[in-house]
């Protein structure tokens, strides 16, 4: 392959990879809006590119669906889990731990509770090429993660009769979005509403076959309103109502509206209302790049024959803003979904009404969190979300009671189509998932 061909095979990839969960169905065209888009850049169609960026492409549920299926293989083997010890649970936590790194993870910090067991283990490096060692209590980026505790502040709002799942986003930010949607809609992925994210970003670049530039642009400020523009741009997902299509910019649009109605920076209301009172120590809702302190950094792998690896410790999270730009540990994660799941946050009935999902299509989304089956309790359903930034991947279940959790970051992500390339993710959910038991 060419060195041309590499450079656009290697740039689809990155675009579609770092981008999980962009959108399930058909798209359609945005229709006519109140609010002047700005033309995004777009790339030509490129004939030759290899396959494998299609396929890639064609994959936005891959995250969701790896942690689905190590909950599947951690179901398999009840008699053998029954039969390890407490050290012989840690040994193997640790062993996968060490194992992602070995197999190319720059960091990996993870946590297990159950009433019999809390551990927690951490191996590799804080940066790219640095050597400083990563801990247990380093903070990294949790992506979409942050999607259920903006679910939280949208619920307490709810709550508190300033809205209900019906309020029209329309009546909130006349003219945020082409289509007129309910926060319901918003906060299950029914709105149809597109992702965005590339759209912000391709709007950056000169070149857009240029991966360097690429990356580059990931440390660009991102204003609300470029978001706004975005989401007039980007094509239509769905008709809204009509299915699942998962949306950085719809959680964007509801962040807005919180900061609207409260006439407060959503990184107050979040420290406020949520870190606080979970027990949040080390979270944060930063507005900037900058990060002071042991920090885990995002870092992307691009491929041998693409243009290998690149640090993202400038990413500007204005990028994801309410639809991803937390950083938190491993253990305010799981403070967040106990605080969550036992009604300290809102009350049990809304707790009942965010877990239940609202679709089924691929991925069992309520609002602002989804659901998957149990490994330890048939019939039974732990709760959370993933996340995966230009170069981190987050995972975060807890068990309904809150008693069960578990909670990792990694940084060193594999932004190429072969899955294979770097570490098997399941070489760690499936003993975290099996130490939950």
Not at 42 to 49: K, L, M, R
Not at 171 to 188: C, F, H, K, N, Y
Not at 304 to 330: I, K, M, N, Q
Not at 350 to 369: C, F, H, K, Q, W
Request: charged letters at 20%; hydrophobic letters at 40%.
């Amino acid at each position: 392959m060419s060195a041309h061909r590499r450079v656009r095979a290697a740039l689809s990839v990155v675009v579609a990879g770092a981008l999980p969960l962009t959108g399930a169905g058909m798209a359609t065209t945005a229709s006519a809006t109140a609010v002047p888009a700005t033309p995004a850049v777009t790339a030509e169609p490129d004939e030759s590119a290899a396959p494998s960026a299609a396929a890639a492409i064609d994959d936005p549920l891959a995250l969701t669906r790896q942690v689905r299926d190590a909950a599947d293989q951690a179901a398999s083997a009840p008699a053998a889990r029954a039969l390890t010890t407490d050290a012989g649970i840690r040994r193997e936590l640790d062993r996968a731990v060490a194992g992602l790194v070995d197999d190319g993870a720059v960091a990996v910090t993870a946590r297990v509770e159950t009433p019999d067991i809390t551990w927690s283990g951490a191996d590799g490096v804080r940066e790219l090429d640095g050597h400083a060692r990563a801990r247990t209590s380093d903070p990294f980026r949790v992506a979409s993660n942050t999607k259920p505790m903006i679910a939280t502040l949208v619920m307490q709002e709810i709550e508190k009769g300033t809205w209900t799942l019906d309020t029209s986003v329309e009546d909130v930010l006349p003219g945020a979005l082409p289509r007129d949607v309910t926060i319901e809609q918003l906060l299950s992925h029914t709105s149809g509403a597109p992702t965005a994210s590339e759209y912000l970003i391709l709007d950056k670049m000169q070149d857009p076959t240029d991966i360097d530039e690429y990356f580059a642009v990931l440390g660009e400020h991102y204003s609300d309103g470029d978001h706004v523009r975005a989401a007039h741009t980007a094509p239509w997902m769905l008709e809204p109502g009509t299915g699942f299509s998962y949306s950085n910019a719809g959680f964007v649009t509801l962040g807005m509206m919180l900061e609207k109605v409260n006439r407060t920076d959503l990184d107050e209301l979040l420290e406020e209302r949520v870190f606080e009172p979970a027990g949040m120590r080390r979270s944060d809702y930063p507005e900037s790049p900058q990060k002071r302190g042991p920090f885990l950094h995002d870092a992307a792998y691009t491929g041998a024959d693409g243009a290998g690896w690149y640090s993202v410790e400038h990413f500007d999270p204005t990028l994801f803003r309410a639809a991803g730009a937390v950083t938190s540990t491993t253990k305010d994660l799981a403070a967040f979904n106990e605080a969550l799941v036992t009604g300290k946050l809102v009350e049990p009935e809304t707790v009942t009404d965010m877990l239940t999902p609202r679709s089924a299509e691929g991925i069992e989304y309520g609002l602002g969190t989804y659901r998957l089956p149990d490994p330890c309790v048939p019939g039974e359903y732990l709760y959370g979300h993933d996340g995966a930034s230009f170069g981190a991947l987050s995972v975060n279940f807890t068990s309904l009671d809150g008693e069960r959790q578990l909670s990792f970051g990694v940084t060193g992500r594999n932004v190429t189509a072969d899955p294979e390339a770097l570490y098997d993710l399941s070489d760690l959910l499936v003993p975290m998932f099996e130490a939950t038991c």
